[in-house]
């Protein structure tokens, strides 16, 4: 057993006081954290370890509660140790909203996590809050594409003029995500963190929730990494919410065109961010799984880039550089 490990058993049979246990991983993220599922006397709980010097939970702990206060499904915190990087907390279940999507059964799951996420955005934490999703955090993340994926992982060299496409793509992108009325962004709004309950969706990994577009969390539920739908499909959705959104009073005006502008070209930024993510999984920290959703992800940049007249400069240069060929068409449910 690991030092880490033993920390941690200490900790529940001791601080915590849980009587005789049974322990396993229940799942690991992204990041250095790691989730075990214990279970005892016929109930279950997840412990979250996060090496404190690798790992802040504060954010975790104070977002949790404030989310829980407006009425959603987020883990309850019941014991915790930050100075060790522990917390113990109620268990949302083993079903992904990932494990069980089918055509069937989506128009229900996605209603639910609509209705979430308009609760979370009329009455979640506000800019006061939460960090700002501005200009520099926005544009940090696209850099991830250009140092990771394209000269990293494809070992691309790009003259100063292809440098200048992606500046000025990467501007686009930053001048419509900040045009965008501000709500709470949970960042990470996805089908491997939306667990299927009984009261739908539960919400996982909101640590790194910020203030900042109103698409954003959208586009993360409707153009996953991990899923793929028809556009013609994504859209009526996406017109359905901008509707949700004016009910809510989260969007003051009818402009179901101009949303969906902002939902493409926000499309786009979170894509490149996470297409460079995935590939600084592998070459960083040895996570080579995540290459298997490159192709899905750069699917949706190439479609929307083809969309939209202010784009094509850069699809050109993918197109140029051999980027392109790594890509393939979502295969739809």
């Known amino acids: ?74 883990p309850e915190i019941l014991a915790e140790d930050l100075g060790q990087g522990f917390l113990l907390l109620s268990d949302l279940g083993e079903r992904q909203y990932l494990d069980v999507l089918d055509a069937q059964n989506v128009e229900r799951l996605y209603g639910d996590a609509m209705g979430a996420l308009a609760t979370l955005q009329a009455c979640g934490p506000d800019a006061q809050a939460l960090p700002p999703y501005d200009r520099e955090l926005l544009w940090r993340e696209m850099v991830l594409f250009r140092e990771w994926y394209l000269e990293r992982h494809l070992g691309l060299v790009l003259s100063d003029s292809e440098q200048r496409v992606l500046d000025e793509t990467f501007e686009q992108l930053v001048t419509s995500a900040l045009e965008q009325p501000k709500v709470s962004v949970h960042r990470d709004y996805h089908s491997r963190n939306l667990m299927v309950s009984e009261h739908n969706p539960g919400i996982l990994d909101f640590q790194d929730a910020v203030h900042g577009p109103i698409t954003y969390d959208l586009v993360s539920l409707l153009r996953d990494c991990y899923i793929a739908w028809p556009r013609e499909q994504v859209e009526e959705w996406v017109r359905g919410y901008h509707d949700i959104a004016i009910d809510h009073g989260i969007l003051r005006e009818h402009q179901e065109e101009r949303f969906l502008r902002w939902f493409d070209l926000m499309g786009v930024q979170r894509h490149l961010k996470a297409t460079g993510i995935f590939a600084r999984l592998n070459h960083r920290d040895g ?47």
């Open 1 to 74: 057993m690991s030092q880490r490990l033993e920390q941690l058993n200490h900790w529940l049979s001791n601080a915590v006081g849980l009587p005789e246990y049974r322990i396993a991983p229940a799942s690991s993220d992204a990041s250095f954290r790691r989730y075990f599922r214990i279970r005892f006397a016929g109930e279950s709980r997840i412990v979250m370890d996060a090496p404190p010097e690798k790992e802040d939970s504060r954010p975790f702990v104070r977002i949790g509660r404030q989310l829980r206060e407006i009425g959603l499904n987020v």
């Open 287 to 333: 996570k080579p799984g995540y290459l298997n959703d490159i192709p899905r992800t750069l699917g949706y940049v190439a479609e929307v880039s083809g969309r939209y007249p202010q784009l094509r400069p850069f699809m050109h240069l993918l197109e140029d550089k051999g980027v392109l060929g790594y890509i393939s068409k979502p295969a739809f449910l």
